[in-house]
């Protein structure tokens, strides 16, 4: 057995020792895209499938053919130990996985748009994040033109507003979520409640990811990139106790900490439900304060106007199925630009 290395450290090697030779004009070379070793996660488990020495290679439109056939005939059988082809699912075949086509085309397909084009609020919105860990996670070997930096340097965070706005609406998130435990545990539903439990945990977690400004992965990496956070040594261990009120408050200190808004004292208390003064014993916080205060800090006033659903990961379980293989983005793209352009 092959000892284990990581995949992006493998990728470094390849690219180094095999790739840089035969590629003899101007070009970009990364690992980028899709797989736990783009992020860092990998293990042996990894290798059981589209594992492996690989690589993209980005080069001028005239050099694409010249540099596969390059790289295909040049390839050794392995490297390091391990095989430089194995099945791809997508060619459906044995081959190897250097993908070699241009940044134009790459960053396209990646995306379905160029962010050198300019991105408007919508086009923010409809991004599923784990696409944008896609393009700002990974690591660059070399980049000639500088293009594919420049690229990650424009996705590296949202612009000011619409990070507020998605905050806002993680706190409208929050707001709705945390009294129903309270409702819940008075029905005699404990199940209820544990699931309501678990969905706040979530929340606090995702509201961590955007106070951080880091992009969160699929559910597979969600605990894992969190364990990575600032936020998990204090809010973790408040979670795992079930401490959530507590997790709550503190959520709203970092959140003053940051400046997005005009600050709002954390304060738990009954749940105030907002019709006939009504107010029940349920131990909250003052979430709506912190929505509010967040999205009258939005300078754009469309945006400020539009209802905080959330962006497209929070309206959406945003699996590999909807990230990948489907026109959801798109089309919710659409539909917040046609929102916003009232």
């Known amino acids: 057995m092959t000892d284990f290395r990581p995949g992006l450290a ?33 293990s042996e488990r990894s290798t059981d499938h589209e594992w492996g020495p690989r690589a993209q290679v980005f080069v001028a439109a005239a050099d694409v053919e010249p540099v596969r056939r390059a790289v295909a005939g040049g390839l050794p059988a392995e490297h390091e130990g391990r095989p430089t082809a194995w099945f791809s699912l997508a060619a459906g075949a044995v081959t190897h996985h250097v993908e070699i086509t241009t940044f134009d085309a790459w960053i396209r397909d990646r995306l379905g ?13 409809a991004l599923p994040q784990q696409r944008l860990l896609h393009v700002t996670r990974g690591e660059v070997f070399r980049d000639d033109a500088g293009e594919l ?23 409208h998130l929050i707001h709705n979520t ?22 706040l945990s979530e929340l606090v977690m995702e509201m961590c990811f955007l106070q951080e400004r880091r992009y969160r992965p699929y559910a597979k990496w969600f605990g894992t990139a969190f364990a990575e956070l600032e936020a998990a ?30 600050p ?40 400020r106007a539009l209802v905080t659903v959330g962006g497209l ?14 026109l ?15």
């Open 178 to 199: 945390e009294p129903l435990i309270g409702r819940t545990a008075e029905a005699g539903d404990p199940r209820g409640g544990r699931l309501l439990a678990a969905r």
């Open 328 to 342: 959801w983005p798109g089309c919710l793209g659409e539909v917040y630009r046609s929102l916003l352009d009232g």
């Open 113 to 125: 748009l160029d962010p050198r084009d300019g991105l408007d609020h919508a086009a923010w919105l």
């Open 233 to 262: 040594a204090t809010i973790g261990p408040l979670l795992d106790a079930g401490r959530l009120p507590e997790a709550l408050a503190e959520l709203g200190r970092r959140h003053n900490d940051l400046g997005l808004s005009a």
């Open 10 to 42: 493998l990728a470094r090697s390849f690219y180094r020792d095999v790739l840089a030779p035969l590629v003899p004009v101007q070009h970009t070379a990364c690992l980028l895209g899709e797989g736990s070793e783009v992020l860092g996660y990998d």
């Open 149 to 171: 930096t420049r690229v990650r340097d424009l996705l590296a965070w949202y612009p000011g507003d619409v990070w507020r706005w998605l905050v806002a609406s993680q706190w």
């Open 264 to 303: 709002v004292e954390p304060v738990l208390g009954d749940f105030r439900v907002g019709i006939n003064d009504a107010v029940r014993p349920y131990r909250v916080l003052n979430s709506a304060g912190f929505h509010a205060a967040t999205v009258a800090a939005i300078t754009d006033p469309a945006l």
């Open 313 to 326: 990961d929070q309206l959406t379980h945003a699996d590999d199925a909807l990230v990948n293989l489907t």
